[in-house]
């Protein structure tokens, strides 16, 4: 994993498998530099850069594709403002804030250091819930194989006769309680997520996973795409209001497939033809053991990739990327 960068204005304090996360340095302590114009940075702000590596499988491969965090962020930040009433559905809250401050001069800054410009976002710090919130709208990956052992998935029961790919009866909120890196999030029932957050919250997230879920597959239908399932995250502010956080309805939490090929394919593979990281996926299955440390992509697998990610935020934005 690349080194952390040194941001003017910022200092790192955690890295996931995509993202690097920053807070204020504290010029009290005389370490570090200020934001551009001299100011201070809220304490309670918290830079999210996405970077360019890649995950599958638990683990971040080698080499990254080069674009994707500019690509991530800007389809994130499309989703947030979708969500927050721009597709005339009531407002969801989320953790963005203003990305520029007055400086000292009265003149309005960037607290977006050049180094990540496009690739970041400034947000409120959060409570953040341990609930990994997974909406699937569509039987395919483990859910798939879960349902050819035993006919559930995540251990809710599905009529028989149904195929890879196939739409689900209705979406399926299915929890995941979040592992630190390199771990793997374990997969639990409604009742676990009540005994870890409580009954008012749980319900509160699973209500509300559902309802974006919902909105974001009207969205996608209506630029001929199938959201198949997607996971989304969620913190409380400092009055306890439920807030939607890190990214939304990317290519990495998300699948995507083309409407047109899942209606006309006659094979599992034809019908969901993808617009998220499952290229690298299936790469991996033919070339991997899932035993020590994966084999590097090819360029081909991650120019391919690049492309899809492209794609599906010029389909979703209509804007050229």
Not at 248 to 253: A, E, F, G, P
């Given at each position: 994993m690349s080194s952390p960068l040194n941001l003017s204005g910022w200092r790192h304090v955690?890295?996931?498998?995509?993202r690097d996360?920053?807070?204020?340095?504290?010029?009290?302590?005389?370490?570090?530099?200020?934001a551009a114009g001299g100011t201070q940075i809220p304490e309670d702000r918290m830079l999210v850069v996405a970077s360019d590596r890649v995950s599958a499988f638990d683990h971040v491969l080698s080499p990254?594709?080069?674009?994707?965090?500019?690509?991530?962020?800007?389809?994130?930040?499309w989703w947030f403002d979708r969500l927050a009433g721009g597709d005339g559905g009531r407002r969801i809250p989320n953790h963005l804030v203003a990305d520029h401050t007055l400086g000292a001069d009265d003149e309005p800054h960037s607290l977006i250091p050049d180094e990540v410009s496009g690739?970041?976002?400034?947000?409120?710090?959060?409570?953040?819930?341990?609930?990994?919130?997974?909406?699937?709208?569509?039987l395919t990956g483990s859910g798939w194989a879960e349902y050819r052992e035993s006919g559930t998935v995540c251990g809710i029961p599905l009529p028989g006769g149904l195929e890879d790919g196939d739409r689900l009866p209705e979406p399926l909120y299915t929890p995941a309680f979040k592992a630190p890196m390199g771990e793997h999030d374990e997969n639990i029932s409604y009742e676990r997520t009540v005994e870890l957050v409580g009954e008012d919250a749980a319900a509160a997230l699973r209500d509300?996973?559902?309802?974006?879920?919902?909105?974001?597959?009207?969205?996608?239908?209506?630029?001929?795409?199938?959201?198949?399932?997607?996971?989304?995250e969620?913190?409380?502010d400092a009055d306890g209001t439920l807030t939607l956080a890190d990214e939304v309805l990317t290519s990495d939490s998300s699948r995507y497939w083309d409407a047109a090929a899942w209606a006309g394919g006659e094979t599992p593979k034809a019908r969901m033809a993808s617009f998220d990281k499952q290229i690298v996926r299936d790469w991996l299955v033919a070339h991997w053991d899932k035993h020590g440390t994966p084999p590097d992509l090819p360029a081909e697998i991650i120019e391919r990739t690049a492309d899809r990610y492209r794609e599906l935020l010029e389909r979703l934005t209509g804007g050229s990327h």
């Amino acid at each position: 994993m690349s080194s952390p960068l040194n941001l003017s204005g910022w200092r790192h304090v955690y890295s996931g498998k995509v993202r690097d996360l920053y807070r204020p340095v504290d010029l009290s302590t005389g370490s570090g530099t200020g934001a551009a114009g001299g100011t201070q940075i809220p304490e309670d702000r918290m830079l999210v850069v996405a970077s360019d590596r890649v995950s599958a499988f638990d683990h971040v491969l080698s080499p990254g594709i080069r674009g994707k965090g500019e690509l991530l962020t800007t389809l994130s930040l499309w989703w947030f403002d979708r969500l927050a009433g721009g597709d005339g559905g009531r407002r969801i809250p989320n953790h963005l804030v203003a990305d520029h401050t007055l400086g000292a001069d009265d003149e309005p800054h960037s607290l977006i250091p050049d180094e990540v410009s496009g690739r970041a976002m400034v947000v409120r710090s959060l409570d953040m819930l341990p609930i990994e919130c997974v909406v699937r709208g569509y039987l395919t990956g483990s859910g798939w194989a879960e349902y050819r052992e035993s006919g559930t998935v995540c251990g809710i029961p599905l009529p028989g006769g149904l195929e890879d790919g196939d739409r689900l009866p209705e979406p399926l909120y299915t929890p995941a309680f979040k592992a630190p890196m390199g771990e793997h999030d374990e997969n639990i029932s409604y009742e676990r997520t009540v005994e870890l957050v409580g009954e008012d919250a749980a319900a509160a997230l699973r209500d509300r996973s559902l309802e974006i879920y919902a909105r974001a597959a009207t969205t996608a239908e209506a630029h001929g795409l199938i959201l198949a399932d997607t996971k989304f995250e969620f913190g409380t502010d400092a009055d306890g209001t439920l807030t939607l956080a890190d990214e939304v309805l990317t290519s990495d939490s998300s699948r995507y497939w083309d409407a047109a090929a899942w209606a006309g394919g006659e094979t599992p593979k034809a019908r969901m033809a993808s617009f998220d990281k499952q290229i690298v996926r299936d790469w991996l299955v033919a070339h991997w053991d899932k035993h020590g440390t994966p084999p590097d992509l090819p360029a081909e697998i991650i120019e391919r990739t690049a492309d899809r990610y492209r794609e599906l935020l010029e389909r979703l934005t209509g804007g050229s990327h």
